[in-house]
């Protein structure tokens, strides 16, 4: 059984590469976009017409783009991870220890998500400029991993 799994991954492999940065790049652009909705939401009035459009642009962005996009991430990159002896390097448990912290900020950013969307942030428009630095810190270091693998 665990012949033909194996068989399968190393068959395969190319693909699932290709669909693994198709929903990194997915992935990516909404957790980079979602904290800039934020920003200008913290803007508007709680109630108004414009505050409740951009509860509906972030929930559509959250479940139809970002989750999606993470599941499939994991997905691809496990399957490719199970096919060969990676577990052992040292870039590689880098790598996977970022990709852990970058899967943390998702659920941040689901949480913030649903306080927007319950009128309860407590976040200002500063915090969210910042914590948006985060998804790009961590991705340019992810990607000199899997490139560089130092
Ligand atoms: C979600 C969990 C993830 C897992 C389990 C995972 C795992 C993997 C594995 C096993 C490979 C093949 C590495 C090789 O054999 O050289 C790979 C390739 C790659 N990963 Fe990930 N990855 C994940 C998330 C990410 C993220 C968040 C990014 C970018 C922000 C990323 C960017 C890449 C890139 C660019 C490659 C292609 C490297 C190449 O072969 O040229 N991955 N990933």
């Given at each position: 059984?665990?012949?033909?799994?194996?068989?399968?991954?190393?068959?395969?492999?190319k693909?699932?590469?290709?669909?693994?940065?198709?929903?990194?790049?997915?992935w990516?652009?909404?957790?980079?976009?979602?904290?800039?909705?934020?920003?200008?939401?913290t803007?508007?009035?709680?109630g108004?017409?414009?505050?409740?459009?951009?509860?509906?642009?972030e929930?559509?962005?959250?479940k139809?783009?970002?989750?999606?996009?993470?599941?499939?991430a994991?997905?691809f990159?496990?399957?490719m991870?199970?096919g060969?002896?990676?577990?052992?390097?040292?870039?590689?448990?880098?790598?996977?220890l970022?990709?852990?912290?970058?899967?943390?900020?998702?659920?941040?950013?689901?949480?913030?998500?649903?306080?927007?969307s319950?009128?309860?942030?407590?976040h200002?428009?500063?915090?969210f400029?910042?914590?948006?630095?985060?998804?790009?810190?961590?991705?340019?270091?992810?990607?000199?991993?899997?490139?560089?693998?130092?």
């Open positions: 059984m665990t012949g033909y799994i194996m068989e399968f991954l190393t068959e395969y492999y693909w699932f590469l290709a669909f693994h940065v198709i929903s990194v790049i997915s990516m652009a909404g957790m980079l976009y979602l904290p800039r909705l934020f920003v200008y939401h803007r508007l009035e709680v108004s017409e414009a505050s409740e459009m951009f509860k509906e642009m929930l559509k962005l959250m139809i783009i970002i989750n999606p996009a993470m599941a499939s994991w997905i990159g496990l399957s991870a199970f060969q002896e990676l577990w052992g390097q040292g870039w590689f448990q880098l790598k996977f970022l990709v852990i912290i970058m899967s943390g900020f998702h659920g941040y950013l689901s949480l913030w998500r649903r306080q927007f319950q009128d309860k942030n407590t200002s428009e500063k915090f400029r910042q914590v948006n630095e985060i998804p790009a810190i961590l991705m340019i270091f992810i990607v000199l991993l899997v490139i560089l693998k130092f």
